[in-house]
């Protein structure tokens, strides 16, 4: 049975850092395109970064230069950096993977919450 589990979400101030992970069971990421959406109260959910099999990575508009993501195969983890947070930053992410076969997967999502 696949699981993704995100967890690193929290209370942050404007222009702080947080760093979300996604961990995998029963898929293996280094085979799988992955990828951490957001949806804010009242807002369709959006794309905020991919990492495809091969390794490229592409982010939103409103998140390049600010967010990161990365994947370390041997724990079978994604995880996403997020420095200079704003306000707007604000919403439930949730982690997506698509497998080889076009399986999709995604997690419960973590709360972040961008407020002074």
């Known amino acids: 049975q696949v699981q993704l589990v995100e967890s690193g979400g929290g209370l942050v101030q404007p222009g702080g850092s947080l760093r979300l992970s996604c961990a995998a069971s029963?898929?293996?990421?280094?085979?799988?395109?992955v990828g951490w959406y957001r949806q804010a109260p009242g807002k369709q959910r959006e794309l905020v970064a991919q990492i495809s099999r091969g390794g490229t990575t592409t982010y939103a508009d409103s998140v390049k230069g600010r967010f990161t993501i990365s994947r370390d195969n041997a724990k079978n983890t994604v995880y996403l950096q997020m420095n200079s947070l704003k306000p707007e930053d604000t919403a439930v992410y949730y982690c997506?993977?698509?497998?080889?076969?076009?399986?999709?997967?995604w997690g419960q999502g973590t709360q972040v919450t961008v407020s002074s």
């Open positions: 997506k993977s698509e497998n080889a076969f076009g399986r999709v997967y």
């Open positions: 029963g898929t293996i990421f280094s085979i799988s395109a």
